[in-house]
Each structure stands twice: as structure tokens, then as C-alpha cells.
């Protein structure tokens, strides 16, 4: 029975994690055999600023996913993020070739066609996503080939890439011997993981919110509409955390991550507590007429050293203003493209950064829609420590290269090389069509 080996490695601002995964002939679910997360050095909100130390720390994750998984690897597949990540949606029209069947050959032409648009020469496409097809001005088609006509159209969005940010990325894993089958955008990534097909046709909004950036992409009809990044995330909050507070950024680091014990500390069940109910009733009122000194939590259990105590009020201010500002950022990009973040199956947000309290309560005051966490979906075997929403997007790249394996052993490729780039993104587009075959 043939196995094949796919790798996937999410180069973040905070972490880079890879994940080695395996699916035998006959199986749907890949299963993971080799995982580790290396804190991300060399890497700035999405973007390589330090070539060097991104590749020792992409090294380092390889290296260990690779001893987990009792085997060495030569290509991979991985994530591109950053600020300038940009997307536009653009048509293709072809006339059908002789005997008006619609061939892949068609499909093809049409999608060539769509990509000749005029981007500048340091903007590389690294995706051309078919949104819908329209033959003979029928359109809301998803598959095409097979049908009669005489005139293909098809809708595609297309996401870019600076090309200096994907040749730094290309360059760090090359140099570790690797060859790059694919970058893939971590918002769409993300979307591969998190999304169920009911949310997509509905209409909705993916926030992927990791440390250094926030990855948008927006669904309507089935199809992604609009992909973008903004340059926020959690470690703003821990910045601000550690002004606010005035603690390192170590220790605000610490205090961001264990909210959940300094909100909702452990209280002790009333079943067993043996104090007389009168007296117990004289402290809920002592209590409850304290002043605000009794706002302070104790910390010294998460071993901060320069701080005890700290307020709960301003803590929780601190974090839900800057939830608010990159709420705020969001919706304005969103809106300057003619698009709302506010979809009718609401907003679904992911990354790390959504594992925060109350970040789902902010949105919805935000937005004024039902927001809920994304948490990552299928995939087998060793997923233990990658099952919370800061994995979404190395679960959901695992899941596109399982898909683009499958074009490679059918003889199709993604043409994705380090230089053939838009070649890949035409094979990609190929993938999804076949994906599409009944």
C-alpha cells in the first residue's frame, strides 16, 4: 500500500511549527507522525528581518519534527504572512474550442486569461483561487467541464505575495537543504482547517489572530471574496500589558497567557466549606462592601518577580482596548475593499491570540454578529499539542499539500518550484478544479 509523506511548516512571528504527516492509499484522514514548535526568532509581524536566525530557527523545529517522526525530509510546504499581503478578484473569458464540450484545456485558458492582469513587478501571485464559472452568460457554475457552450468566464481571486518577502522565506528553507513544493497564505491556510462548508455558502469572516499580524479572509457563496493582513496581534497586547502594568515583557507574556487563572480563580465548592451560614453570610457582605483594593490578584504563583499584585479592572482594560483597535483596523480594511466583516454566518476567529478571554465577547460587541473560536479539524494521530486555534493554519496546510500529493502522484504538479511560482498558481487552481470531480 503507498504511503505518502507530506510536511508543513507555519512560520510565525511568535513559533514555527512543523508538522510531518502521513496518509496510506485509501485513507482521508492524514495522521500526524512527527511535531514540534521552536520559538520563531529572525521573524517581524508575518515578515523575515533576519534571514540567519529564521532559518536556525526553522532548522530547529525541522530537525525535531523529524526525530519524532523517525525520518528525514526533502520538501515541505509552508506559510507566508505579512502586512502587504494583498488579494483582487479578476475575470478570465475564453472562447470553447472546437465541438463547444468545455475541456479542462478550457478551464485552463480561462483561468491564464484571468491572471493577466497588470500587478507591479515586486508582486508575485502565489494563489488563483476559481471563484465561480459562467458559460453562455449562465453563471453561479462551480465545475464547468464536461457542459456545452461556446464562451467560458471565470471569476478568480488571486492573492499576492511582495516578492521579496516569498524569495527571503524560499531562501531560509533552501538553505537547509529543502526543497519548497508550495507557500501557501496562512489566512487561507486557516480557512482549510477551521470553516465548514454551510459558513462559506452562508457568507463569512476568518480572523486569524496570531502574535505579529491578523490574517483576514472573507467567504461568500462557497467562495473566498477577499484576503488581506494587518500588522497586530497578541503581542501587542503583551506590550501593552507590560506598560500598562509595568512588568517585562516576559512577565507580561506570562500574565497574557494565564488569564484564565487570574480571572476565574479556583473558589472553594460551597458543599464542603464548615463555616456556619450566619458567618458565612457576614463576609459575602464584607465582601461586597469592600472597596476597589479588593480588585487585586495575587501573581506571585506564576513566578513574576517584580509585581505580587495587580488589578483586574485594568488588566482586563488593557486587553479589550487593544481587542477594540484591532477590531477597528480590520473593519477598515475590510470596508475600503466594499466588503463588511459582519457576514450573515458571522465572523470566526482563530490564531493564538483567540484563545484570550472575552475575545469572542469583544467582537460580537464589535461587529454586532455571533463570533465564535476556530479550533482545527481533520487530522489523526499525534494532534495533542496542535489542537487549539494557535495551529489552525499548519493543520490546514497539512490538509492543502495531502490535496496537491494527490496531483503530484496523478501525474498533474503544482509547477510550484522556487522559481516557478505562478506556474504553481495555476496548478493549484488545477488541483482545485479536479478536487470538484464527483
Same mark, same amino acid.
Given at each position: 500500500?503507498?504511503?505518502?509523506?507530506?510536511?508543513?511548516?507555519?512560520?510565525?512571528?511568535?513559533?514555527?511549527?512543523?508538522?510531518?504527516?502521513?496518509?496510506?492509499?485509501?485513507?482521508?484522514?492524514?495522521?500526524? +507522525?512527527?511535531?514540534?514548535?521552536?520559538?520563531?526568532?529572525?521573524?517581524?509581524?508575518?515578515?523575515?528581518?533576519?534571514?540567519?536566525?529564521?532559518?536556525?530557527?526553522?532548522?530547529?523545529?525541522?530537525?525535531?519534527?523529524?526525530?519524532?517522526?523517525?525520518?528525514?525530509?526533502?520538501?515541505?510546504?509552508?506559510?507566508?504572512?505579512?502586512?502587504?499581503?494583498?488579494?483582487?478578484?479578476?475575470?478570465?473569458?475564453?472562447?470553447?474550442?472546437?465541438?463547444?464540450?468545455?475541456?479542462?484545456?478550457?478551464?485552463?485558458?480561462?483561468?491564464?486569461?484571468?491572471?493577466?492582469?497588470?500587478?507591479?513587478?515586486?508582486?508575485?501571485?502565489?494563489?488563483?483561487?476559481?471563484?465561480?464559472?459562467?458559460?453562455?452568460?449562465?453563471?453561479?457554475?462551480?465545475?464547468?467541464?464536461?457542459?456545452?457552450?461556446?464562451?467560458?468566464?471565470?471569476?478568480?481571486?488571486?492573492?499576492?505575495?511582495?516578492?521579496?518577502?516569498?524569495?527571503?522565506?524560499?531562501?531560509?528553507?533552501?538553505?537547509?537543504?529543502?526543497?519548497?513544493?508550495? +507557500?501557501?497564505?496562512?489566512?487561507?491556510?486557516?480557512?482549510?482547517?477551521?470553516?465548514?462548508?454551510?459558513?462559506?455558502?452562508?457568507?463569512?469572516?476568518?480572523?486569524?489572530?496570531?502574535?505579529?499580524?491578523?490574517?483576514?479572509?472573507?467567504?461568500?457563496?462557497?467562495? +473566498?471574496?477577499?484576503?488581506?493582513?494587518?500588522?497586530?496581534?497578541?503581542?501587542?497586547?503583551?506590550?501593552?500589558?507590560?506598560?500598562?502594568?509595568?512588568?517585562?515583557?516576559?512577565?507580561?507574556?506570562?500574565?497574557?497567557?494565564?488569564?484564565?487563572?487570574?480571572?476565574?480563580?479556583?473558589?472553594?465548592?460551597?458543599?464542603?466549606?464548615?463555616?456556619?451560614?450566619?458567618?458565612?453570610?457576614?463576609?459575602?457582605?464584607?465582601?461586597?462592601?469592600?472597596?476597589?483594593?479588593?480588585?487585586?490578584?495575587?501573581?506571585?504563583?506564576?513566578?513574576?518577580?517584580?509585581?505580587?499584585?495587580?488589578?483586574?479592572?485594568?488588566?482586563?482594560?488593557?486587553?479589550?482596548?487593544?481587542?477594540?483597535?484591532?477590531?477597528?483596523?480590520?473593519?477598515?480594511?475590510?470596508?475600503?475593499?466594499?466588503?463588511?466583516?459582519?457576514?450573515?454566518?458571522?465572523?470566526?476567529?482563530?490564531?493564538?491570540?483567540?484563545?484570550?478571554?472575552?475575545?469572542?465577547?469583544?467582537?460580537?460587541?464589535?461587529?454586532?454578529?455571533?463570533?465564535?473560536?476556530?479550533?482545527?479539524?481533520?487530522?489523526?494521530?499525534?494532534?495533542?499539542?496542535?489542537?487549539?486555534?494557535?495551529?489552525?493554519?499548519?493543520?490546514?496546510?497539512?490538509?492543502?499539500?495531502?490535496?496537491?500529493?494527490?496531483?503530484?502522484?496523478?501525474?498533474?504538479?503544482?509547477?510550484?518550484?522556487?522559481?516557478?511560482?505562478?506556474?504553481?498558481?495555476?496548478?493549484?487552481?488545477?488541483?482545485?478544479?479536479?478536487?470538484?470531480?464527483?
Amino acid at each position: 500500500m503507498a504511503r505518502r509523506i507530506v510536511t508543513a511548516i507555519d512560520v510565525g512571528s511568535r513559533k514555527i511549527t512543523t508538522v510531518i504527516a502521513s496518509v496510506d492509499d485509501g485513507e482521508k484522514r492524514p495522521t500526524v +507522525i512527527g511535531v514540534f514548535t521552536h520559538t520563531s526568532t529572525g521573524v517581524k509581524k508575518g515578515t523575515i528581518v533576519n534571514i540567519e536566525e529564521a532559518t536556525d530557527s526553522i532548522s530547529e523545529s525541522v530537525t525535531a519534527a523529524e526525530k519524532m517522526a523517525g525520518i528525514t525530509v526533502s520538501d515541505v510546504y509552508v506559510t507566508i504572512n505579512g502586512e502587504q499581503i494583498t488579494s483582487i478578484n479578476n475575470k478570465g473569458v475564453v472562447a470553447v474550442a472546437a465541438g463547444n464540450e468545455i475541456t479542462i484545456d478550457d478551464t485552463m485558458r480561462a483561468i491564464e486569461n484571468a491572471k493577466t492582469l497588470s500587478l507591479p513587478q515586486n508582486i508575485n501571485p502565489i494563489h488563483i483561487i476559481p471563484r465561480e464559472f459562467v458559460v453562455d452568460n449562465q453563471g453561479g457554475i462551480k465545475y464547468p467541464i464536461g457542459m456545452t457552450g461556446m464562451r467560458l468566464e471565470v471569476e478568480t481571486h488571486i492573492i499576492t505575495a511582495p516578492m521579496s518577502s516569498w524569495q527571503n522565506l524560499v531562501k531560509c528553507v533552501q538553505q537547509l537543504g529543502l526543497t519548497v513544493n508550495d +507557500i501557501v497564505f496562512t489566512g487561507w491556510a486557516s480557512s482549510l482547517a477551521v470553516l465548514t462548508d454551510t459558513e462559506k455558502e452562508l457568507g463569512v469572516a476568518m480572523l486569524d489572530i496570531g502574535s505579529g499580524t491578523t490574517s483576514i479572509s472573507i467567504f461568500q457563496e462557497g467562495s +473566498i471574496a477577499y484576503s488581506s493582513c494587518v500588522p497586530l496581534g497578541g503581542q501587542s497586547i503583551t506590550s501593552d500589558i507590560a506598560i500598562g502594568l509595568q512588568v517585562a515583557l516576559e512577565d507580561a507574556e506570562r500574565i497574557k497567557v494565564n488569564l484564565d487563572k487570574i480571572f476565574s480563580p479556583k473558589t472553594q465548592d460551597p458543599r464542603k466549606d464548615k463555616t456556619p451560614a450566619l458567618l458565612r453570610k457576614k463576609e459575602e457582605v464584607r465582601k461586597s462592601m469592600k472597596d476597589d483594593s479588593e480588585d487585586m490578584v495575587d501573581i506571585s504563583a506564576l513566578g513574576i518577580q517584580s509585581k505580587d499584585r495587580i488589578s483586574k479592572k485594568m488588566l482586563k482594560q488593557i486587553i479589550e482596548a487593544r481587542l477594540d483597535e484591532i477590531f477597528d483596523i480590520v473593519k477598515e480594511n475590510v470596508s475600503q475593499a466594499g466588503y463588511e466583516v459582519a457576514m450573515p454566518a458571522g465572523i470566526v476567529v482563530t490564531g493564538g491570540t483567540s484563545l484570550l478571554q472575552d475575545v469572542t465577547k469583544v467582537a460580537e460587541g464589535k461587529f454586532g454578529v455571533p463570533v465564535r473560536a476556530g479550533y482545527p479539524t481533520g487530522l489523526s494521530g499525534m494532534i495533542e499539542e496542535i489542537s487549539d486555534p494557535s495551529y489552525s493554519a499548519v493543520q490546514g496546510l497539512v490538509k492543502h499539500a495531502m490535496d496537491d500529493e494527490i496531483e503530484l502522484d496523478a501525474g498533474v504538479g503544482s509547477g510550484q518550484g522556487p522559481l516557478g511560482n505562478v506556474g504553481g498558481a495555476l496548478g493549484k487552481a488545477l488541483s482545485w478544479l479536479r478536487s470538484l470531480l464527483p
